[in-house]
Each structure stands twice: as C-alpha cells, then as structure tokens.
C-alpha cells in the first residue's frame, strides 16, 4: 500500500449505528486530519493530530470522536449520526516542522457515508 | 466573511488551450500559504502548487503557475496546453498564520475540458 488509504470507501449506516472510519498513511508524516466534505460546501477541517496535538474545529458534534493510536493510523469514530452527516469524509497527512511551516497535505480517497 | 472565494463554478476549455481559475482570499495575518488542489471525480484531492505569502516568485510545477498578486490578495491557477484529463474540481485553499496548517477550502471550480 502506498500513499493514503482509507476504509471503508462508502459506508451506509443507520442514525442509531456505531461505526468507525479507517485511515492509514503510509509516507512516514506526522500529521493527520479528517476533513467533511458536503455537496456545494467548501470542505471542512474536523480535526488535526500534529507534534502531539489534537486540534479540534469546534463547530464539529460530538457524535464524531476522533482516535490516532500513531502517527500512521486515524479513526473517527460514528455513533447517533444525523441524515445530514452525509458527506464524502476525507483523512490527509503531512510531514509538519513547526506551526508555521507549509508542506502539502496528501488526501486518501474518501469514505463516502450515507446516513438513512 | 468568506476567507477563499472562488467566483467560477464552472468552466470550460478547449483541449490545448490555457485556462485561469480565480482565487481571492481574505487575511490580515502576514505569513500565509496559499494552495491548489485538484479533485477528480475519483474524490481524492491532489496537490497541485504551493505559494507562500513571502515569496516574491510567482510559483511554478510544469503546466501549473499560480498568478500571485497579493496586493490584490488574489491567487489565481493557470493551466496551460489543457488535457482532457485536466477535467475535474479545483479548490484553493490557504494556511493562515500559525495554524498546524489548518487549510481553509473555498467552494471549488468544476472544469471541463472539450476535445
């Protein structure tokens, strides 16, 4: 495997469901983030892990719980979702120096959720 | 306020023609990055070009420039020669001061590109 990888590629699950959304990277970063994206919305930062942190858009429900056991694997654990939780939901890594430093953000396919 | 806009939801080009994609953005932060990404419909986003706000090059990656004008706080994409494999959605993003590089994404433009 290379690059990012993400599973499940697409997810139907129920509003009363716990599931879990899998990413792995394989490029040897230290930064992950899940990141929602909406039909017609731009795309969202949900949560970053970087140099030992988790950052957090506060916006995001708490019916979404974030996990990164490592620096190569990210969940995001689902549970009482709503309908319009339906959205492609994107993992990236990077490699990070320092707050300020730019380095591009490699994306995995996406899991592609349905909530009925 | 919006931090990215991106005013063109669609576009079309001609195989082989240049096309520019427009970005303005929104800060008063001095250190910034501005980003182009590049989503098939595949969905998976694909870095194009980088541009930090303290280069004084316009940036460049093969068909790729980034149109910097900052005065302008503009950050427009432009594709040269086009592809028909050049169809997809394109985002511009920015990484705002000291931020873990947190991107902020605008709306996106869905380009096509005709034979």
């Known amino acids: 495997e290379t690059g990012v990888t993400q599973t499940p590629r697409h997810l139907v699950m129920g509003m009363t469901n716990k599931k879990s959304l899998k990413c792995e990277q394989h490029?040897?970063?230290?930064?992950m983030y899940w990141y929602k994206q909406s039909a017609k919305k731009p795309l969202e930062l949900m949560f970053v892990y970087s140099l030992e942190e988790r950052v957090e858009n506060n916006s995001v429900p708490s019916r979404f719980s974030p996990e990164c056991p490592n620096s190569s694997h990210l969940f995001l654990h689902l549970h009482t979702l709503q309908p319009e939780d339906s959205a492609l939901y994107l993992c990236a890594s990077s490699q990070v120096y320092d707050r300020e430093s730019d380095n591009e953000q490699f994306f995995g396919p996406g899991t592609r959720l349905t909530v009925l | 306020a919006q931090k990215i806009t991106q005013t063109q939801p669609g576009m079309f080009v001609q195989e082989k023609e240049a096309v520019t994609l427009d970005c303005t953005y929104d800060t008063s932060d001095p250190s910034y990055g501005l980003f182009w990404y590049k989503q098939p419909s595949s969905g998976e986003m694909i870095f194009l070009i980088y541009q930090g706000s303290y280069d004084q090059q316009n940036a460049t990656e093969g068909r790729y420039s980034l149109n910097f004008q900052k005065a302008r706080k503009s950050a427009n994409l432009v594709i040269s020669a086009s592809q028909l494999g050049d169809s997809a959605m394109y985002f511009c993003?920015?990484?705002?001061?000291?931020?873990?590089?947190?991107?902020?994404f605008g709306t996106g433009t869905r380009l096509l590109v005709s034979p």
């Open positions: 490029l040897g970063h230290n930064a």
């Open positions: 993003a920015m990484r705002e001061g000291a931020s873990f590089q947190k991107l902020v």
